[in-house]
Structures are given as structure tokens and as C-alpha cells.
């Protein structure tokens, strides 16, 4: 497995470490909507959906095979809590997009889906060019079943609700829609800097 370590191309903010309304931690705090689902890897697979129902599933092995990423980000979770210098390793979705020829010219936005049912909308270009993956590795050691593991979606520059825990899929989509929290009343981008918690 070669590893790409790169310095993560996600927005970048001169002056204030933290986001407005956010407070520092050392601890990696856990929150999620129910139960924790225990996804082994020999059963876990991973695909890409585009708008018309056509898709590129990867199994682990498979997945572990694609190009790997290193890189080191800060994370921003909507209950106010801020963790700096978080190190990952992963696939980045434009390595996922190359490797499934996924063709995304009319693409606006994909969701997000993970086994457990949870859902998350992000624009395509918030997924692009260096700013998200998906994750297998937090800290050098593989991602805890309380943190997303096996794999999660990593998208360091918004609240962390948009980095979906147990992902399995990433569906293409020509116009944006509500998941989870979204039809729940949390805002539908989630730009820390901007305070974007809810609608």
C-alpha cells in the first residue's frame, strides 16, 4: 500500500485557531444518533452511485488497495467542541471518483449514507480537489467502531455531523437534499466558520 502524506487542501483560515462558539479539546468525544453498528471488514464494502442508479462497490481489501492518503486536519463538531492536529489515513473521494469513472458533470451534490441508516448532503465541491476522504486510520491506529470505523467520510472544513460515521456509500446527485440532521433542522452546509448550525 503506498501512502501519499500530504498537507490537506481543505479551506484554510488566517487568525483565529477556532471557529466562533467553539472550545478546545484534548479528548475525542463520541456522539451519534443510536446504536453503534460493529461492521466487520470481511463484510463491509464501500460504493459509489451516480444519479442514475449505476454504481463502483469495492470491497475492504479492495479499498485498501486504492492509493492512500495521510493527513493531518482540524476538526469542528456542531455541540461546540474543537479538536486540533488530527492525523488520518484514507482514500480521497477524488481517488474514489477516478477509480469508479464516475462521470460528474451534472453533478451538484452527493449524500452520504452509512450502515445504521444515517444520512448526510454535501456539495460535490466540498468533496473535491483534496478536501475529503474516507477514512480508515485515526492516530496511526485503526478507527474505533465509536469514531466511524471501519471507515468513515472525512471532511475536515465543516461540523463534523457532515463526516458520516460507518460509511458505505456516497449516491451522486443532480440537486441537493435533506439527510439526517439536515430535515431536522441543522443547516444544510455546516460552515463552522460561519456559525451555519442551524437553518
Known sequence: MGVINSRFRGKRRDGPTLPPGQYLTADFPVLATGATPRVVTDRWSFSITTPDGQGHRWTWPEFMALPQQKIVVDIHCV??????????TGVSIDTLLDAAGADVGSVSHVMAHAYGGYTTNVPLADLVDGKAMIAHTFDGKPLHPEHGG???????????????????????????????????????????WQEQRYA
Open 79 to 88: 455541540t461546540r467542541w474543537s479538536k486540533l492536529g488530527t492525523a488520518w
Open 150 to 192: 471501519p471507515a468513515r467520510l472525512l471532511v475536515p472544513h465543516l461540523y463534523f455531523w457532515k463526516s458520516a460515521k460507518w460509511v458505505n456509500e456516497l449516491h451522486l446527485l443532480t440537486q441537493d437534499e435533506p439527510g439526517f440532521w439536515e430535515a431536522n433542522g441543522y443547516h444544510m452546509y455546516g460552515d463552522p
